[in-house]
């Protein structure tokens, strides 16, 4: 079983940017497509970014050219750039897989909030 950690959350202004990470705790991580996943409160979490195992990306529509997803697989950590971010970005992010996340990996994510 892989355990995932993620990391890079904090309190950032409107336009900021923040640049989150997670390891993985198995070398096997390399073979996962794998994604960034956020909840809002009150809100169902949502698709961020996947990225496959060879690297091809896909973004939410709304996040395009503000989130860059990228992967190190020497690393085994997955990694998510956030810039121009907005208040309505402030949720928990997670990783796990892509696209669809597997119950047992889900994390205690790391919390982004934006504001003022």
């Known amino acids: 079983q892989v355990q995932l950690v993620e990391s890079g959350g904090g309190l950032v202004q409107p336009g900021g940017s923040l640049r989150l990470s997670c390891a993985a705790s198995k070398s096997i991580f390399s073979i996962y497509d794998m994604g960034w996943y956020r909840q809002a409160p009150g809100k169902q979490r949502e698709l961020v970014a996947g990225i496959t195992s060879g690297g091809i990306t896909n973004y939410a529509d709304s996040l395009k050219g503000r989130f860059t997803i990228s992967r190190d697989n020497a690393k085994n950590t997955l990694y998510l750039q956030m810039n121009s971010l907005k208040p309505e970005d402030t949720a928990v992010y997670y990783c796990?897989?892509?696209?669809?996340?597997?119950?047992?990996?889900w994390g205690q994510g790391t919390q982004v909030t934006v504001s003022s």
């Open positions: 796990n897989t892509y696209p669809v996340g597997l119950v047992a990996y």
